[in-house]
């Protein structure tokens, strides 16, 4: 099969299209034709080695959409021709993948292979961090740092669909308006507008924030009573000043998660309560994914790079050839 290759640590020119092995579906998974794949930060990350052992040789991608082509032993749910899209560890940018047949969700009838791709790894995280995590509820405030990314996008639209009220912030006029129209209240442009002096009297129960640094004093004097800041990136620094007398008065839990580590029990349940929750919704068009542009598989460097400079509104995939 054909797949994409980190070479070596390093910038987007370390991936190469090779061929390898096509893997063997073992027992209780299931090998997909991958037909389109997500591009995700964490994909970056891996390749510049991340996540701490040499990235040589591994394949990124952590979700694809296609159909089952094999079931390994004791795989009993899918079979074969049906059309699935799933979250997993890495590998998915290649023509197959095997997969736990219980981290695979049926492709909506409303969905392509290209849209459903863009679903498993930004519905799972807010689903946890927002949902599980961050325990928002019908008739509160969140706030959604990085709006109009794939996350931002999707926290909007899934915080709005379950009644809560949802703020968010964005690099670009153009971004901002992309944030309202899927559902956010105000969408604050960062480069022209301090969000913290917007939202001052707000008064904010749920904070996504992907980008820590300057923003975590801010989020703390934001959040409202009982508030609770969640942590999935820390693109502007890891290091962050927190003033602890505010967090005491206000009582706020500060959190965060990683979902690519977790094991695979986890991500089973976190699966079916996707399944349950969000993708009635994706079925009914209450949810609808947005993306930006894809790329043949053969150009991954370029999508990364688009990844990375910031560019995009929704998600960025790879489409396979056929």
Request: aromatic share 6%; net charge negative; charged share 15%.
């Amino acid at each position: 099969m054909k797949a994409i290759i980190i070479t070596q640590p390093g910038d987007s020119s370390v991936l190469q299209l090779q061929e390898q092995p096509t893997p063997q579906p073992q027992a209780g998974q299931v090998l997909i034709r991958v037909r389109a794949a997500g591009v995700n930060r964490s994909d970056i990350h891996q390749r510049q080695g991340g996540y701490g052992a040499s990235p040589a040789g591994q394949i990124p991608g952590l979700e694809v959409a296609g159909t089952v082509e094999q079931c390994g032993p004791g795989a009993t749910r899918w079979q074969v021709g049906q059309a699935v899209c799933a979250l997993i560890r890495d590998g998915g940018y290649a023509e197959y993948v095997a997969v736990d047949e219980r981290h695979c969700l049926p492709v909506p009838t409303n969905l392509d292979f290209v849209q459903a791709a863009s679903l498993p790894e930004t519905v799972m995280t807010v689903w946890s961090t927002v949902f599980g995590w961050g325990h928002l509820s019908a008739g509160e405030i969140l706030l959604v740092h990085g709006g109009s990314s794939g996350i931002g996008i999707t926290a909007i639209q899934l915080a709005k669909a379950f009644g809560a009220k949802v703020y968010a912030t964005a690099g670009s006029d153009e971004k901002c308006v992309v944030c309202e129209q899927l559902g956010a209240v105000r969408c604050i442009n960062y480069k022209r507008e301090d969000f913290e002096e917007v939202l001052s009297n707000i008064g904010i129960n749920v904070i996504l924030d992907m980008v820590g640094g300057s923003y975590t004093p801010k989020n703390l004097r934001l959040l409202a009573m009982d508030g609770r800041l969640m942590f999935i990136n820390s693109m502007q620094g890891a290091d962050s000043q927190i003033h602890i007398p505010t967090l005491m008065k206000k009582r706020i839990t500060i959190s965060g998660s990683m979902l690519k580590p977790r094991d695979a029990e986890f991500k089973a349940a976190l699966t079916a309560a996707v399944e349950e929750h969000v993708w009635p919704l994706v079925a009914s068009g209450q949810f609808k994914p947005v993306v930006y542009r894809t790329f043949p598989l053969a150009e991954a460097a370029n999508a990364q790079t688009l990844l990375e400079s910031s560019g995009h509104i929704g998600k960025i995939i790879l489409e396979m050839p056929d």
